[in-house]
């Protein structure tokens, strides 16, 4: 049985032992295993009950990324993050199921996010998050419609967290003379003129238009990793995960997206496990 559909998530199964698990709460891909072997990195604190975003995984953010610096946005009320990986999504069946890939989807509307997040952000939209898994690729999109009478302003991001045997070893490269906003030193802008990005200290930078990933409609790229002192203040990481994970977002972060009434906008990240 390639899909298996449970109260809380859904599990895919690839017919060569690949899987991938999605929860409803917020669509959050929360493993994904090739062959066996976890790739993305959940941390052992992580709430999975729905009364927090999961620690992990791939959170969608939609339509805030961090909290707005400016306080005239349109989504300026809104948590850090957005609505969307702290709202619970429909399921919405299997779109494809065939020897060699395995697709479904989840959706949710305005009228399904928590009343307090619908009065922070006012809009009619619809959102259909599709996960497809083919053997040693994932691929996760996202849909986003416009079911209002007047644009709206978004900005969408996919958290991904990827499962690392040891901080110290990795190095995310193709990020080469891209210019980038460093947020944890004060904003402010620079040029990478490294090979590759290694981690020695808290890093949280936001690239943009950078092309490291196959990605669809999505030209930033945030690289974080909260290290050691952040680590402990998080009530949902353990002290020394940091270790064991890098987020590698692919995003549209850098400026809003602007979708005007019944337009939609579509994004993705195709992520492939070199074996
Ligand atoms: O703790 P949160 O809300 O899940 O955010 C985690 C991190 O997410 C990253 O995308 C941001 O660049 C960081 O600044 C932030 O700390």
């Not at 999605?22 to 959050?28: D, E, K, M």
């Not at 069946?93 to 009065?119: A, H, I, M, T």
């Amino acid at each position: 049985m390639p899909v298996e559909v449970l109260e809380d998530k859904v599990i895919l199964k690839d017919s060569k032992g690949s899987s991938a698990e999605v929860y409803y709460f917020g669509a959050t891909v929360t493993s994904w295993k090739y062959r066996g072997k976890e790739l993305l990195f959940l941390s052992k604190k992580s709430l999975l009950d729905g009364t927090k975003g999961i620690r992990g995984g791939i959170p969608i953010i939609f339509p805030q990324f961090a909290k707005a610096t400016d306080s005239s946005a349109e989504t300026a009320a809104l948590p850090q993050h957005g609505l969307a990986r702290i709202s619970k999504f429909e399921w919405n069946g299997v779109s494809v199921d065939n020897e060699s890939e395995v697709s479904v989807r989840f959706g949710l509307n305005n009228s399904q996010v928590p009343e307090n997040l619908q009065k922070d952000w006012p809009k009619k939209f619809k959102l259909i998050f599709t996960v497809t898994l083919n053997d040693d690729t994932l691929k996760t999109n996202l849909s986003v419609k416009n079911e209002d009478t007047a644009p709206f302003d978004f900005n969408v991001l996919l958290h991904t967290y990827y499962s690392v045997p040891d901080i110290s070893k990795v190095s995310v490269e193709g990020l080469q003379n891209i210019s980038y906003i460093d947020k944890v030193k004060n904003f402010i802008t620079v040029v990478d003129n490294d090979k590759s990005v290694k981690f020695t200290q808290e890093t949280d930078r936001i690239y943009g238009n950078a092309f490291l990933l196959q990605r669809i409609n999505l030209k930033d790229s945030v690289v974080w990793n909260p290290w050691i002192d952040k680590a402990k203040g998080m009530s949902d990481f353990d002290d020394d995960e940091y270790k064991q994970m890098i987020c590698v977002e692919p995003g549209h972060v850098a400026e809003y997206i602007i979708l005007k009434s019944e337009e939609s906008w579509e994004g993705g990240q195709i992520i492939q496990y070199k074996h």
